[in-house]
């Protein structure tokens, strides 16, 4: 049985999750001199264990660095119910967050994304516009290491990142040919990943294993970039740290966050509460916190907690090139990427659009997979006599497309607490309710036949689409900000509208998903919110 221990020392403020928002938050209110507790269930990585300069880098990336926490079914993770979810959902637990393994791609949301009720007549604007939150994006690519070239024409005018781009190489030299070719819109890739020595970041050296981890420390994750400089701010990190409740007190403020640890229940008190356990985690720990004020689930007065998940299901266009490209090389990341068919045109049958990314192939693994997806593959190819030519002909001759389209909320998309399932502390697993609407078929669709006229006119001699409905973890919209408390969980600051000291800051809050790569909107957002917090603090209700 379960033994209740409280902790002695109360905390300005507790944060629950230790990823990318929550690294963020940490280091910006304990630069100010708040006393911060972080608690995260998983554990600070190695990147020693890291295995991406491996030779067998793609088995161990396939099993325990999987971004599939059913895949990867490590002790810190929970168990998610995917079985009535068009694709699996991807997260990783642990310091860092899913930045630990995502690709590093970094792309700020276009003007647009704020305000696609007024444009197109869907979903619903934004409580906040581009320009409210262009401060805090050139705050965060400066604190992030980001690397890209200023100036895009599918932005508004302003500053670049800090860093200088990685090569296009060969890849993204071939395809931006091809693109001009088209008259279409490409730019060198935009990345959080160090192209010289940076802060608290190395040198990337093209690794190409991005999605992996970074050996090297290049790649701008929170548990390099924010999170160290916040411990040695005073904050007090918590690892193995299972959040199952946020309490209240009589008059409905939070009084810090329950907690399970080593089996044993632990009480972190702290006079303000700050949600970042993401967008399928937050959801879970506020349903789980339900109370004889709150039945359906804490600060859930509209109904919308889990609900309007957003997902950003991509599709994928390979195509094989009789030059060698040196397409292991990294990073990964990206080469190149295009907004050609970003906005919204009305003669294509849907709304909004998608943006496209170049990558490389991950390695030889990566490449059969692909090659599988070819329509007329016969699997003999890759055995006997055959499948040496077959490989040469495929390692290093290969570039893939990554169509992200704008995956607009849905109600019946949502997340759910399981009603059996459970994970290792007994607590409920998240069940996940996903379907594919037919607009972001439509868009993927659409992208991904331009996506292989693209590889036409950069010279492929084969190309096919080698994926649609794949995993992001892009993972938004569960507790949605907004200005109504009807139609809305929080202010357009995160702080929920019926808990005046409890906050969320991760992807959760998203009201639309837009099309792009999520985390430069989620760290900007994270930001403004920290700012938020430390001027208002005289102002601001805690509990009694």
């Not at 990345?191 to 090297?216: D, F, K, L, W």
């Not at 399928?280 to 804490?298: C, K, N, Q, Y």
């Not at 036949?449 to 993972?475: F, I, Y």
Request: proline share 7%; with cysteine.
């Amino acid at each position: 049985m379960l033994v209740e221990q409280h902790t002695d020392e109360a905390a300005d403020v507790v944060i629950v999750g230790g990823g990318t928002a929550a690294g963020i938050v940490a280091h910006e209110l304990s630069t100010a001199g708040f006393s911060v507790v972080v608690l995260e269930q998983g554990r600070w990585t190695d990147t020693a264990l890291l295995p991406g300069n491996t030779p067998e880098y793609e088995v161990a990336g396939a099993a325990l660095w999987h971004p599939d926490p059913n895949v990867r079914g490590k002790p810190e993770d929970y168990p998610l119910d995917t079985s009535q979810s068009d694709l699996p959902v991807w997260l990783y637990n642990g310091v860092g967050g899913s930045s630990v393994l995502y690709g590093g791609i970094w792309a700020r949301a276009l003007p647009s994304d704020f305000s696609v009720r007024s444009l197109d007549g869907v979903a619903d604007d934004w409580p906040l516009t581009y320009r409210e939150l262009v401060p805090f994006y050139e705050a965060v690519e400066k604190e992030m290491g980001v690397a890209g070239l200023a100036g895009n024409p599918a932005y508004p005018p302003g500053s670049g990142p800090p860093l200088p781009p990685a090569p296009i190489h060969i890849p993204g030299r071939k395809m931006a040919e091809g693109m001009n070719r088209l008259g279409w819109h490409w730019w060198p890739g935009t990345n959080a990943i160090a192209t010289q020595a940076y802060r608290h970041q190395s040198q990337c050296v093209r690794y190409g294993v991005c999605r992996m981890g970074c050996p090297q420390g290049a790649k701008a994750s929170v548990d390099i970039t924010h999170l160290p400089q916040a411990v040695a701010n005073g904050v007090r990190l918590i690892t193995g740290a299972r959040v199952a409740e946020i309490p209240l007190d009589r008059r409905g403020r939070a009084t810090g966050a329950v907690y399970m640890k080593d089996g044993h229940q632990y009480l972190q008190r702290a006079s303000v509460v700050v949600m970042a356990a993401g967008g399928i985690g937050t959801p879970r720990v506020l349903l789980m916190s339900e109370s004889a004020r709150f039945p359906d689930g804490l600060a859930n007065t509209s109904g919308l907690v889990g609900k309007r998940l957003m997902l950003h299901p991509y599709g994928s266009a390979v195509g094989v090139y009789d030059d060698d490209l040196e397409d292991w090389l990294g990073p990964a990341g990206e080469y190149i990427s295009s907004m050609q068919f970003y906005e919204s045109e009305p003669d294509r049958g849907f709304v909004r659009g998608a943006k496209w990314s170049l990558l490389p192939i991950a390695g030889p693994l990566e490449a059969v997979h692909k090659w599988e997806r070819h329509g007329s593959v016969d699997q003999r190819d890759f055995w006997g006599a055959g499948s040496a030519q077959r490989m040469k002909s495929l390692i290093g001759h290969m570039m893939q497309w990554h169509v992200v389209p704008e995956d607009l909320p849905e109600e019946s998309n949502r997340v759910e607490l399981h009603p059996t399932l459970t994970d290792s502390d007994g607590l409920p697993a998240a069940a996940i309710r996903y379907r594919v609407s037919d607009n972001t078929e439509r868009i993927v669709e659409f992208n991904l036949a331009r996506a292989l006229e693209a590889h036409e006119a950069a010279g492929a001699t084969q190309s096919w689409v080698a994926g649609r409905r794949l995993s992001t973890g892009h993972n938004t919209g569960t507790a949605k900000m907004g200005v109504d408390p009807e139609t809305s969980v929080t202010d357009s600051y995160g702080k929920a509208h019926n808990v005046p000291n409890l906050y969320v800051v991760d992807g959760s809050v998203f009201p639309t998903s837009t099309g792009v790569n999520v985390t430069a909107t989620i760290c900007a957002l994270a930001k403004r919110t920290a700012r938020h917090m430390i001027e208002g603090a005289a102002a601001q209700e805690v509990s009694a």
